[in-house]
């Protein structure tokens, strides 16, 4: 039997994304192990019970910048000793961050189109087909969405919860991401907007405020209690798929309600929709109006950073020119005392000073992205009463 092992480093959207790849390496004889880690998830108890994997091995990144894998409970060792013994490896690492082969010929005559095999350009399971040696174009439409597996017990759970009740419809809300630029802001006015908006159809709401899920029926709010058994992440999964529509930013929970045939309303910034979404069935996009944001054409931008780059522009614009001066010398390793002589001030002034900038500075991160701006609620309202 030949083996292959698949390698990612990623977030909940980026490790479903390999049950594709590891459903066609089986079908052409593969026995698939996946070496796997994720600051969201808990990769053996979200993908152990799929079938698609023979083994599922934890990944981290060592503070020196290597990929290590856990050996047994208290030993981990670098990854490039876990490779040999496969037929087939493909590492992922940098598969959508940095994903393509030909930046070295960027500025080659004539070559210049090869900078776009990446996924801001291109749909990103047909490139992680590819990387596996697998033509994409081989590959049924039917079979580029990913897989997930919600055991008995959590499906009963999550229909007592989602379904119980005289309701015509159930909605979830999810519109965080683990970038700023691609989390939608405001998701607390959706709920009741919904209902406001289709006042003729009863509709519960399965609403996640960045801590906890909420269920809405009726005028009352009851907080979710999510049973100490079940992890909390394939709890949430097990609510989304028991509603009628998911309402969600470009996100892990995006592709989940694909897994698990949920129609899903997606918003999408960074990137133009299809470069995900392209063989979705049961997916829908909402995308910014307009490509031009701040005078700048910046679309798509996919970053991995937290903040809008659109957005630090603006913030370094709104500093004042002292803030400035301390900002660009802590960058460069001025001493303090020679920045205090500009400023007129003592060392201990601009450390404090400059103490005060960061967190100014930060906060103003923290403004939303012109693109994620022009989803309006109107523009959610009208493609929900589509949806519904």
């Known amino acids: 039997m030949k083996t292959a092992l698949l390698v990612r480093l990623g977030g909940l959207g980026d490790?479903?994304?390999?049950?594709?790849?590891?459903?066609?390496?089986?079908?052409?004889?593969?026995?698939?192990?996946?070496?796997?880690?994720?600051?969201?998830?808990?990769?053996?108890?979200?993908?152990g019970n799929t079938k698609l994997f023979r083994t599922i091995i934890e990944l981290n990144r060592h503070f020196t910048g290597l990929d290590i894998y856990k050996v047994n409970e208290k030993d981990w060792a670098g990854v490039e000793l876990l490779k040999p013994g496969y037929d087939l490896v493909i590492d992922y690492k940098n598969s959508v961050e940095l994903n393509s082969h030909y930046k070295h010929l960027a500025n080659a005559p004539g070559k210049e189109w090869l900078v776009s095999q990446n996924s801001n350009y291109e749909n990103w399971v047909d490139i992680m087909l590819s990387w596996a040696g697998i033509d994409p174009t081989t590959v049924k439409d039917e079979d580029k969405?990913?897989?997930?597996?919600?055991?008995?017990?959590?499906?009963?759970?999550?229909h007592k919860v989602a379904r119980s009740g005289d309701f015509d419809k159930?909605?979830?809300?999810?519109?965080?991401?683990?970038?700023?630029?691609?989390?939608?802001?405001?998701?607390?006015?959706l709920p009741r907007a919904i209902r406001d908006e289709i006042p003729d159809k009863k509709i519960a709401i399965l609403f996640f405020d960045g801590v906890v899920w909420h269920i809405l029926k009726g005028k009352y709010d009851f907080p979710v209690q999510v049973p100490d058994k079940f992890d909390p992440i394939r709890a949430s999964c097990a609510l989304v798929g028991a509603t009628d529509l998911f309402i969600g930013a470009d996100s892990g929970f995006s592709h989940l309600a694909e897994?698990?045939?949920?129609?899903?309303?997606?918003?999408?910034?960074?990137?133009?929709?299809?470069?995900?979404?392209?063989?979705?069935?049961?997916?829908?996009?909402?995308?910014?109006?307009?490509?031009?944001?701040?005078?700048v054409q910046c679309r798509p931008c996919f970053t991995l950073d937290r903040f809008c780059p659109r957005i630090r522009e603006k913030a370094l614009e709104e500093l004042t020119p002292r803030e400035r001066t301390i900002k660009e010398a802590a960058e460069s390793g001025r001493s303090p005392a020679e920045v205090a002589r500009e400023l007129k001030t003592t060392q201990q002034g601009v450390i404090k000073e400059g103490e005060m900038l960061q967190q100014r500075y930060n906060a103003?991160?923290?403004?939303?992205?012109?693109?994620?701006?022009?989803i309006t609620m109107n523009h959610i309202l009208k493609q929900v009463v589509e949806m519904l």
């Not at 490790?15 to 880690?37: N, P």
């Not at 159930?170 to 006015?189: E, F, G, K, M």
């Not at 995900?276 to 109006?289: G, V």
């Not at 103003?364 to 701006?373: G, M, N, R, T, V």
Request: aromatic share 10%; with cysteine; hydrophobic share 35%.
């Open 145 to 158: 969405i990913p897989t997930y597996q919600v055991t008995d017990e959590e499906k009963e759970w999550a």
């Open 364 to 374: 103003l991160l923290e403004q939303q992205a012109p693109c994620s701006e022009t």
């Open 259 to 295: 897994a698990m045939q949920v129609k899903s309303l997606t918003f999408y910034t960074t990137v133009p929709a299809w470069t995900r979404m392209k063989y979705y069935k049961y997916a829908k996009a909402i995308e910014p109006i307009g490509d031009t944001f701040l005078g």
């Open 170 to 189: 159930v909605v979830s809300i999810q519109t965080n991401a683990s970038s700023l630029v691609r989390t939608w802001y405001h998701p607390d006015q």
């Open 15 to 47: 490790i479903l994304i390999l049950t594709i790849v590891a459903k066609e390496l089986k079908k052409r004889g593969y026995e698939v192990d996946l070496c796997a880690g994720s600051p969201t998830c808990n990769i053996e108890k979200l993908l």
